[in-house]
């Protein structure tokens, strides 16, 4: 059974740092990773989705990498701003084409 | 477009009673997926259709649960005789293609606190 652990739980920065959450997977067995973003009372926003094929993936101040062979994945966020507050959630899918295993997430707060 | 909508935003019911939660994907989306996501838990996964079949309903944590999709569009979770710990977030979300190439769109979920 697919396990997804996020570290750390919780990450208060103050603005204007670089900063890096991450993701650990027990199968290396996936399909692709994913990140989301989850702002409270909403639903998830995808970020960045990564191939199992792929190393990383960029867009904008975000970049995510993925090393399949040790079950890892890292989301970088470059110049935090206050609007980067959000819990991140890292997303597995290897359970076949259609299950995900999400992790429980990162809680960002940026402070101005 | 519209995104992913789901009914109600919030819902307080008493022990034991029935719910309905509604999922209105994005327009043209054929894959459809139920998920819970309780206090300091990571999201649940609970059915998933593909049209209005669902080929996937191991995640339906009991036989209170259940779920319909008519037309290929909307969709309705159903919860018989709710209990405390069926208290959760319920997000829906759709993708128009496999999830091994492209990426689910998720709704604002429906708070259910059952008292």
């Known amino acids: 059974k697919q396990e997804v652990t996020q570290i750390p739980a919780a990450l208060s920065v103050p603005e204007g740092e670089n900063l890096v959450l991450n993701c650990s997977f027990t199968?290396?067995?996936?399909?692709?990773l994913q990140w989301f973003r989850q702002d409270p009372g909403k639903g998830l926003t995808s970020l960045l989705l990564i191939q199992s094929s792929q190393r990383e993936q960029t867009s904008g101040r975000l970049n995510a990498s993925l090393d399949k062979s040790s079950g890892r994945s890292t989301l970088y966020i470059a110049a935090s701003q206050p609007g980067d507050s959000a819990t991140y959630l890292c997303a597995v899918n290897s359970g076949g084409y259609q299950k995900v295993t999400f992790g429980i997430g990162t809680k960002l707060q940026v402070i101005p | 477009g519209a995104g992913v909508s789901q009914s109600p935003s919030n819902k307080v019911t008493e022990k034991g009673k029935d719910v309905e939660l509604r999922c209105d994907p994005i327009?043209?989306?054929?894959?459809l997926y139920w998920y819970r996501q309780s206090l300091g838990q990571g999201l649940e996964f609970l059915i998933y259709f593909q049209g209005n079949s669902a080929p996937d309903k191991s995640g339906l944590p009991s036989d209170r649960f259940s779920a319909e999709r008519t037309g290929g569009s909307v969709s309705t979770l159903t919860i018989q005789r709710t209990q405390q710990e069926d208290s959760a977030v319920y997000l829906c979300a759709s993708s128009a293609q496999p999830l091994v190439t492209d990426t689910q769109y998720f709704g604002p979920g429906t708070r259910l606190t059952v008292l």
């Open positions: 327009s043209g989306h054929t894959a």
């Open positions: 199968d290396s067995a996936i399909y692709n």
